[in-house]
């Protein structure tokens, strides 16, 4: 009988060794403590699952041009896709199961567009972003929508003049909402401020209205929220303290941006705006401000990256450089400059993407594409850095994993999607989104699930590491998500929650068995697209663990294979 024992033993261990994971019918699974470590990379990409966005009237425009993309909701689960149409879906990053889809009604006639992400309020509560109405017009306007978690508008904005610039900002109580926005053939640069109870304008100012002769053109927000301090200098000269000192109100940042009539780049300025140490809610009370009293040495497509405590922050600019202030105040010079291989086209040519940092901290580490052709990495203070050569630009922000092992970027025109060491920046592995890819991309907060959005309206989710088996988080959207995560893409359609919004749900995405996006000659641009660069490593079919009932299957298969051996050796004895 001892003999028998030894042989079950053996084979059990056998099954442990080769990573069977068994869970019962009526169990969710090991708890995240004891589940496999989630950070282990695959050696290759495994396509979770993939879905089309299909085009329709109600719905406007499918494409996931700059300014969309895919942006993970606070719950870790879900994420929401916003398109060029102004719609806004919500899906399980894991499974592909779409929940809402949520499509503002026109204003009259006009085509409502987006060019923006979903911004969700710090208090998790709601999201917002920005429609452009009748933009292609002599007189357009925009719009700032908020929606709850459940696809659910809560508020529309009055019409704000001319097109919104980048994404709205949401104040760290939820109570504010900050934008700008361009007028005037967007040459006239106006900040305001929502009250994001119900989206009225709480206050509102423009270039026009403060004297300047040519008007300015803002770019995006960025924004700190409760920051150490604020980064300005005394707003009356002479005054003892700063309005910054001592303030830990939001702060807000943005950039003068190059007008469409601009065909060199000039000098520009940079502004701020922050509540006052004693904010009372009297509107009378607030302004925004110009930083310094000097114009910089470039202008920017992008908002800020403030970090540090609010303390530094870095900035991608034009003529392909970068900028960062670490730790030195913003409305004074900038502590450090670099410049990278100009734009061919277009010398002038400003950083496209928002640069990406490793960590929050004094001494991150920066990585982007420059305005030409190429990746790069720099330390905090830009004495060391690292370029790689692509074959298309970089235009969305990279995605550094959650252990700074490696960072995620694509190249834009060409659709390629890399897997860089975030050391040296050598390729892991890359992979042909196969087409291009304008959108911003996502990441699991356990880095296991990239989602990327192609410029058609294809999404597709990479198993990108090891997924745990883990209890249900709570639900974000009115569903739960599934238990197990979906180990390969399903051939049903993605089912539809009607309920959840009152839009049209007749184009509704599909989740397809593909495992790579189709192919589809591309709809305009400025290039034609190269051909895809074929990956390093072909990318597998499914993960590479099993989950659920194939490992319970296999768990089983083993046991009954030790009952057999144990049968044989006692009939044999």
């Given at each position: ?227 150490e301090q604020g980064n300005y200098d005394p707003i009356q000269t002479g005054a003892s303290i700063s309005e910054g000192d001592f303030n830990t109100n939001d702060m807000l940042m943005w950039a003068q941006t190059p007008k469409p009539t601009d065909t060199t780049i000039q000098n520009g300025f940079i502004y701020g705006f922050q509540f006052p140490r004693e904010f009372n809610g009297n509107a009378t009370d607030v302004s925004y401000f110009q930083m310094g009293s000097f114009e910089r040495d470039f202008q920017s497509l992008t908002p800020p990256v403030m970090t540090n405590n609010g303390l530094s922050g870095y900035w991608g600019v034009t003529r392909s ?253």
């Amino acid at each position: 009988m001892k003999l028998c024992q030894n042989i079950v033993q053996t084979l059990l261990l056998l099954a442990v060794s080769n990573n069977v994971r068994f869970a019962a019918a009526d169990d969710v699974g090991p708890s995240e403590e004891e589940s496999v470590d989630y950070n282990d990379l695959l050696e290759a990409p495994a396509t979770l699952w993939t879905a089309q966005i299909f085009p329709d009237a109600a719905l406007g425009a499918p494409n996931v041009e700059a300014g969309n993309g895919a942006f993970m909701a606070p719950d870790g689960q879900h994420f929401m896709v916003t398109t060029v149409g102004a719609t806004v879906y919500a899906y399980d990053a894991y499974s592909g199961e779409k929940k809402w889809h949520y499509q503002p009604e026109a204003v009259g006639s006009s085509i409502a567009r987006s060019h923006s992400a979903v911004i969700f309020s710090p208090t998790e509560e709601f999201m917002v972003y920005a429609v452009v109405d009748n933009e292609n017009s002599l007189d357009p306007s925009s719009r700032i929508i908020a929606l709850d978690m459940e696809g659910e508008a809560l508020w529309i904005s009055d019409d704000l003049p001319g097109v919104a610039s980048g994404n709205p900002q949401v104040s760290s109580d939820g109570m504010y909402v900050f934008m700008t926005h361009n007028a005037d053939d967007k040459s006239d640069g106006y900040f305001t401020a929502l009250e994001a109870t119900s989206g009225s304008v709480f206050y509102s100012g423009s270039s026009g209205e403060a004297g300047n002769e040519p008007t300015n053109a803002y770019g995006p927000i960025g924004i700190f929220h409760t920051p150490e301090q604020g980064n300005y200098d005394p707003i009356q000269t002479g005054a003892s303290i700063s309005e910054g000192d001592f303030n830990t109100n939001d702060m807000l940042m943005w950039a003068q941006t190059p007008k469409p009539t601009d065909t060199t780049i000039q000098n520009g300025f940079i502004y701020g705006f922050q509540f006052p140490r004693e904010f009372n809610g009297n509107a009378t009370d607030v302004s925004y401000f110009q930083m310094g009293s000097f114009e910089r040495d470039f202008q920017s497509l992008t908002p800020p990256v403030m970090t540090n405590n609010g303390l530094s922050g870095y900035w991608g600019v034009t003529r392909s450089g970068f900028r960062a202030w670490a730790p030195k105040r913003f409305s004074r010079a900038r502590s450090a400059t670099i410049g990278f291989t100009r734009n061919e086209d277009f010398p002038g040519q400003a950083i496209w993407a928002v640069p990406a940092l490793s960590n929050d901290g004094p001494e991150p580490t920066i990585f982007g594409g420059s305005a030409a052709k190429q990746f790069v990495r720099m330390n905090y203070d830009f004495t060391d850095q690292t370029t790689v050569p692509t074959a298309g630009y970089v235009k969305t922000a990279a995605i550094v994993d959650g252990d700074d092992r490696v960072v995620y970027y694509v190249e834009s025109d060409t659709g390629t999607l890399h897997q860089a060491d975030f050391n040296n920046l050598s390729d892991n592995w890359n992979f042909p989104m196969n087409f291009s890819v304008d959108g911003e991309m996502a990441i699991t907060p356990k880095s296991d699930v990239l989602i990327v959005a192609d410029a058609r309206g294809v999404i597709t989710a990479l198993q990108v590491a090891d997924i745990p088996v883990t209890e249900s988080p709570s639900a974000m959207p009115a569903d739960a998500p599934s238990v197990t995560p979906s180990t390969v893409p399903t051939t049903s359609p993605a089912p539809v929650d009607p309920e959840a919004t009152d839009a049209p749900t007749t184009a509704e995405p599909t989740v397809m068995a593909t495992t790579t996006a189709p192919v589809a000659a591309p709809t305009g641009g400025e290039e034609p697209e190269p051909a895809p660069i074929a990956p390093v490593s072909a990318p597998v079919e499914s993960p590479t663990e099993l989950a659920g009932s194939g490992a319970a299957t296999i768990f089983v298969s083993y046991v009954v294979a030790a009952f057999v051996v144990v049968a044989s050796t006692l009939t044999m004895m």
